[in-house]
């Protein structure tokens, strides 16, 4: 008999007599496309009895011809569980079942297929499992051809699998079909084969249009990671030509294309296969997120995707969303080629493990910025930042907010032109003593090259010191000062400086003119507390302070973040 499923290797096909056998379908599509397939097989060899837990599914098991046929000259005998057969099964074991299915029919000469067999199971006790194993051993063993206990979803994988390894003093026989993309991948928990023994084994499958039926692609992974053990099309790359520009030594197997939309064609039918696409410049950053998300939920997860930075520099949070939404690995563009052939062949027999999001606005809406940038009034720049912390904290994104107190001789209208921001998310404003920055995605370590790209003059010339704090609980207190100051009243520069909030932040309109204040008549704001280092307390924010003339600006080599 076989499994329903052509073309596996080492015998796995062949469905073993003697010993039970658990086959579970993880999905309905799964269920709709394996049973049927199996029940043909198991009558192209001889007579079955099919013992169902549904009318309903077995009705539509009917709709099909040669399990009609079957049906009808007596080769397939029927059964459907009772209600109360569960109890009966709790106290008597498999013997009430099986002398009912003797009585009404079922010989020596039949395969033995019960589904849904998890009516029976679940609930059992530790001690009433195991009088059932015993049963089912000494039912398998009296009987010449197979007995298959069949499970469809929905399924509690937590609580099935841990019985069926128990089942019948460790069942070898336990193997789960699911939809993988427009695949199917057969894994088995463990198997007995004409090799050896398979444990967390798992074969790729494809749907042969013309039968309707389920073959092997020919690949094989391993372990509860996937790790690739043969595919087809293992060491085929299909890369954007941007991506391996002015590079020498490019394998000649590699296939090279020119943009985005021919590389999603190339790799319409790749099953573990290495894609390697540029990442472009930052507008093009919703392009590639989009490719990338694409590729990874159509398909299989032996598939390996690649960014490869040529242009400009990922920021941290955009390399992190692509790793979200499905790439393998993101390369920098220090990275040289020949390190870059290295990482390729480290990968090559990964499976992705990372689960997707299957909606791309909310697979990336975590990962992402506000859309605003620049100045904004002090209550909106507090509402900005805190709605940026709240959607971020699930991933661990890192922010920074800096505050740089302004020379008592600089007005503060010099010190916020000097700033400039080019990306979604890094925000700043001010109050009556200093200028607030708040960059989106940056570590601490990268602050300070941020602002150094971030002000058209040296800090030594606008500000006197900042305080630095790249902690949740840190932002959130100082932009509290921050936010109560403004209920008593701060300045708002956004028509001296050419800016248009997207919503007011405060009800009173900003005036034509705002003159510098004397630093003896500036309100006092509520004093930060003094650095503590990295322990951070909910009473107020931990920063880091130092003069602006001691504070090294990092070398541009620096990988920048921010």
């Known amino acids: 008999m076989h499994i329903g499923i052509q073309g596996l290797p080492d015998g796995v096909s062949q469905l073993p007599a003697h010993v039970p056998v658990s086959l579970v379908a993880a999905d309905a599509p799964s269920a709709a496309l394996w049973y049927p397939a199996l029940l043909e097989d198991a009558l192209a060899a001889g007579s079955v009895g099919l013992v169902a837990s549904d009318t309903s599914w077995v009705d539509g098991l009917l709709r099909r011809p040669a399990l ?3 049906y009808r000259a007596g080769g397939l005998q029927l059964w459907v569980l009772s209600p109360g057969l569960q109890a009966e099964v709790r106290r008597h074991g498999l013997l009430s079942l099986m002398q009912e299915l003797e009585r009404t029919g079922l010989s020596d000469a039949h395969a033995l297929f019960v589904c849904d067999a998890q009516g029976l199971l679940a609930g059992l006790s530790v001690a009433e499992l195991a009088r059932v194993s015993r049963q089912l051993s000494v039912l398998c063993r009296e009987r010449a051809r197979p007995v298959v206990l069949g499970f469809f979803p929905p399924l509690e994988p937590e609580v099935l699998l841990p019985a069926l390894r128990n089942l019948c003093q460790m069942s070898m026989h336990i193997a789960t079909l699911r939809t993988d993309a427009d695949r199917w991948s057969l894994g088995l928990e463990r198997w007995n084969t004409d090799s050896g023994a398979l444990f967390q084994t798992a074969f790729g499958l494809l749907r042969d249009d013309t039968t309707g039926r389920l073959a092997a692609d020919g690949t094989r992974t391993r372990g509860a990671a996937r790790e690739l053990v043969e595919a087809a099309d293992q060491s085929e790359v299909i890369a954007t030509r941007a991506s391996i520009e002015g590079q020498r030594g490019v394998p000649g197997h590699w296939r090279i294309v020119e943009g985005l939309a021919d590389l999603e064609i190339a790799a319409a039918a790749s099953v573990a296969a290495t894609v390697l696409l540029d990442a472009g410049q930052a507008s093009d950053f919703e392009s590639r997120a989009r490719l990338v998300h694409q590729l990874r939920l159509s398909r299989p997860l032996t598939l390996k995707i690649v960014v490869r930075e040529n242009l400009g520099k990922l920021r941290t949070h955009s390399e992190q969303a692509l790793l979200q939404l499905g790439a393998s690995a993101v390369v920098y563009k220090e990275v040289g080629f020949s390190r870059l052939l290295q990482l390729l062949q480290d990968i090559n027999a990964q499976s992705h493990t990372r689960k997707v999001h299957p909606d791309y606005e909310q697979a990336l809406g975590s990962f992402m910025p506000a859309r605003e940038r620049g100045y904004q009034p002090p209550a909106q720049f507090c509402a900005l930042v805190r709605s940026m912390l709240d959607r971020t904290h699930a991933i661990g994104l890192s922010h920074s907010l800096v505050r740089l107190n302004v020379l008592a001789q600089i007005p503060h209208l010099d010190a916020l032109r000097a700033c400039h921001t ?23 370590p990268d602050v300070g090259l941020a602002l150094h790209r971030l002000f058209a003059l040296p800090l030594t010339q606008l500000f006197s010191s900042e305080a630095t704090d790249c902690s949740d609980t840190g932002i959130r207190a100082m932009t509290g000062h921050l936010q109560e100051a403004s209920r008593k009243g701060l300045p708002d ?3 001296l400086l050419g800016h248009t909030p997207a919503a007011p932040a405060v009800a009173t309109a900003a005036p034509a003119f705002i003159p510098p204040l004397p630093s003896s008549t500036r309100p006092a704001l509520p004093a930060l507390p003094a650095d503590t280092g990295a322990v951070h307390v909910a009473a107020g924010p931990s920063v880091q302070r130092c003069p602006i003339a001691r504070r090294a600006v990092p070398h541009p080599a620096g990988r920048s973040v921010a």
């Open 68 to 70: 009609q046929a079957a």
């Open 422 to 444: 080019a990306r979604d998310g890094d925000l700043f404003t001010a109050d009556h003593e200093a200028v607030y920055v708040f960059l989106f995605a940056c570590r601490e």
């Open 493 to 495: 520069y956004s028509a």
